[in-house]
């Protein structure tokens, strides 16, 4: 069956480090991955989109790449910040409308 | 201000007493889909739909219904709840200009 996978359930990172977030999926290819932050009890908010054929795509302190050989995408948040805490869930569309969505990474940034 | 309202934020009721969970965006999106989130599952979708009156089965449809009678509504129908339908539920839209899906707040719906 398709799948998204985010391989790191936690990753705990240092202030002003680089945090790097995986996402592989597998059995198809996604025209686009999706990348969003989900803060507790609150619901998910868009970061960034890259298509297929772009290698990379960046938003500020965020920078997303897409790698249809590796069938992976990493997600980076460089300078992080405390503020920066929060589950980031990558997505995949494998058309239009049909979303399927990793189980996402919860980010610490300590002090 | 754009965005997706879902009601009710809470919910508990008991197996088989059908409820609706209600849906609206004011941003004119074609699409719309019902998501329930789960513990070390992710986000799962139920439905979509692509515009009014067109709607299609997600990964999990078992159990749930919907309707898409005016483009700014996406009721979420559970006919007889169970409790495996205990979960955090996002109803979302987007357009397909830019692919972004603006989430409503969820609803935690408990059925005992």
Not at chain 2, 41 to 59: A, C, F, H, P
Request: with cysteine.
């Amino acid at each position: 069956s398709q799948k998204i996978e985010q391989n790191s359930e936690a990753l705990n990172i240092q202030e002003g480090k680089t945090a790097t977030l995986t996402c592989n999926y597998t059995n198809y290819s996604p025209a686009y991955l999706q990348w969003y932050r989900q803060d507790p009890g609150r619901g998910p908010v868009f970061l960034l989109l890259i298509r297929e054929n772009e290698k990379e795509k960046r938003k500020e302190r965020l920078k997303v790449t897409f790698d249809t050989t590796l069938k992976q995408s990493l997600f980076h948040i460089t300078a992080s910040q405390p503020a920066d805490s929060a589950t980031y869930l990558c997505a995949g569309h494998s058309s239009a409308s049909k979303i399927i969505f990793g189980s996402g990474t919860r980010l610490s940034i300590r002090p | 201000e754009a965005q997706v309202t879902q009601n009710p934020r809470y919910l508990i009721t008991v197996t088989g007493k059908k409820l609706t969970v209600t849906c609206s965006q004011n941003m004119n999106h074609e699409y719309m889909s019902w998501y329930r989130q789960d513990p070390g599952l992710g986000l799962r979708q139920i439905y979509y739909s692509m515009n009014v009156e067109v709607t299609d089965k997600g990964d999990v449809p078992e159990g749930y219904k919907v309707s898409r009678k005016e483009k700014r509504n996406f009721p979420l129908i559970l006919e007889s709840p169970s409790p495996n339908q205990t979960s955090l539920y996002f109803c979302a839209s987007w357009t397909s200009m830019s692919y972004e899906q603006y989430f409503g707040p969820g609803t935690r719906l408990t059925v005992t």
